[in-house]
């Protein structure tokens, strides 16, 4: 599984996750395994989107990509999981994300949803 950082006119993405008001936008993306999810950052400020395990029941992964306004990033999803990730310049509580691949679901909150204590299990690894 790789990544790749392309123009906002790449194609062929499944899902496609928008970098807007300082926020990703959806925070949670449900998609099949096998689909390749667009990141597109449609601020004027430099955002990345980078791999986390905020939860015990995160899978492991890695990808690490900056983007500034107008550019956009795909990953791959092939293996069932919930893949958690957020933007290292603006912070896990200000900006973060999750791509659920598969019958999955996420039972606590990101740190970036209203209300979360930004905590959840194993909160290491990013």
């Known amino acids: 599984m790789e990544g790749t950082t392309t123009a906002p006119s790449d194609g062929g993405a499944g899902r496609v996750v928008e970098m807007v ?5 959806p925070v949670t993306a449900s998609v ?6 667009k ?9 990345d989107v ?7 029941t995160a899978a492991s992964w890695e990808f690490s990509k900056t983007l500034s306004g107008g550019e956009s990033t795909t990953f791959t999803f092939d293996e069932q999981g919930v893949y958690e990730y957020y ?11 999750a791509v659920l691949v598969g019958d999955v679901t996420l ?6 949803e209203s209300g979360s204590d930004g905590g959840g299990n194993g909160g290491e690894g990013y």
């Open 107 to 112: 039972e606590k909150s990101l740190p970036c």
């Open 32 to 37: 099949d395994p096998g689909t390749t999810v």
């Open 21 to 25: 008001n300082t926020a990703f936008d």
């Open 50 to 56: 980078t791999a986390a395990h905020f939860h015990d």
């Open 87 to 97: 933007c290292t310049i603006h912070g896990k509580g200000t900006m973060c994300g």
């Open 39 to 47: 990141w597109v950052n449609n601020d004027g400020l430099r955002h």
